[in-house]
């Protein structure tokens, strides 16, 4: 019977949120946000990704939550269902990325076609760009993957967004924070 109730309470959980009750969401969140996040982790095995998805989760519950049906499904296995399809999409994009930083990796690494008549500033040249890519090496994989994007492949910050899957701020945050990382990398060594 104790199983009864809580269906019935985490059914009302959805009827509240559906009228923008945020402490609902707050209440609903914290009881499932640990073993989402632990679903997600598993088939992402990237602690920032698991969490995005569980946040895209709650998001979409928000946004959602008047459609749930209660004769169609436990309001846990429907969140089961949301983050193991988030997961799911986020993996797919993952792969699709991945294929598009390495390529765009082995072309940063091709020398340039063009010679300079300065045998020393090609010389300067070559080093500078084997720091940046051995400062690259040293960012987390998240802000490595945009800055590629964005520089090599020369995207704008929608596009990498589009591409990732991140929302626009968290783009431009990773960015923001790997160039901040590379300008310490790179300062002391000029």
Do not use: C
Request: hydrophobic share 40%.
């Amino acid at each position: 019977m104790p199983s009864q109730v809580s269906t019935t309470e985490e059914s009302l959980l959805l009827t509240q949120i559906a009228e923008r009750d945020q402490a609902a969401l707050a209440l609903l969140y914290d009881r499932y946000a640990r073993v989402l996040y632990a679903v997600a982790f598993k088939i992402l095995g990237s602690v920032e990704e698991a969490e995005e998805a569980v946040l895209d989760v709650f998001s979409q519950v928000w946004k959602t939550a008047g459609r749930y049906d209660a004769s169609r499904s436990r309001v846990d296995a429907w969140l089961f269902m949301l983050v193991r399809s988030r997961a799911l999409d986020r993996l797919r994009a993952l792969q699709r990325v991945g294929k598009v930083v390495e390529s765009s990796t082995e072309a940063a690494k091709v020398m340039p076609t063009t010679q300079i008549s300065d045998p020393g500033e090609d010389v300067l040249i070559n080093e500078r760009r084997d720091r940046v890519l051995k400062a690259m090496q040293q960012l987390p994989e998240e802000q490595r993957r945009v800055l590629e994007l964005a520089y090599y492949q020369g995207l704008t910050h929608v596009e990498v967004a589009k591409i990732t899957g991140k929302s626009l701020g968290t783009v431009k945050t990773r960015i923001r924070l790997g160039l901040g990382k590379l300008r310490q990398v790179l300062d002391p060594l000029d």
